[in-house]
């Protein structure tokens, strides 16, 4: 793929530093275009390091944070309070360090039945960025079946073409998820994937070495049209991946 860089680091250590560098110069050039810089946040347990690393110096004073808005690339089907909350990972780690005011954060409103909270949230989507709707930067992480967001194999929403955000039962959690589809993904300006940790070895190599099968590995359905991706991983999930070092 034409578009995607590479960034490997001996320790997760590294890698959240190199990705928490590359968010903050990613966001300086978007402000330098616009107002806002759109950044739609990635959930799971990986973004927690790199959240609190951007709460803090140098990170909490170099970035105009008052001009970003903060949105979820995907959500559990669970109110916000509740442990599994993305929303929740996101306030406590970052949002609430940096007094982000609570116009710039738009989570998803969980209290609607999924349907409804999905077509809401592509609404509120497509208000704030407009008809063509390019995220600035969407951050992602990689579960160790290739899933990416709530893009999880073998489900419908893989081969959503119009909706930008849909809900999605996933058997494998026995749960509503509401997710950011392909076509909003992949309009992106920038997508960094954070992946760290030997357990997503495998899923890395499907993803970016392995067979084809967008199914399988629905990672490998992220190609942004415009845009570039950028994997911040350490070795370990790096693994046998010909990263060119
Ligand atoms: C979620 C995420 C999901 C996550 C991967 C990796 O809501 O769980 O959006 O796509 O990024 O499952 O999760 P970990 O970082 O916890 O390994």
Redesign the pocket.
Known sequence: MKNRVLHVFRHSDEVIRAAADFLRDSIEHALLAGMHCNLAL??????RQLYETLAGPPYDREIEWNRVRFFF????NVPHDHPDS?FRMALKSLLQPLEIAAANIFPVDTSLPPDRAAAQYEQTIRDHLGRHYPFDIIL?????NA????LFPFTSVLDEKQALVREVYVEEVNRY?ITFTVPLINAARTVVFLVYGSS?AAAVYDVLEGLHDYKRYPAQLVSPSRGEVHWFMDEAAAGGVDTGR
């Open positions: 990635a959930g799971g347990s990986s973004p690339g995907d959500e559990r993305n992602l992480g990689l579960g160790d899933h990416t967001a709530s998820r997503k």
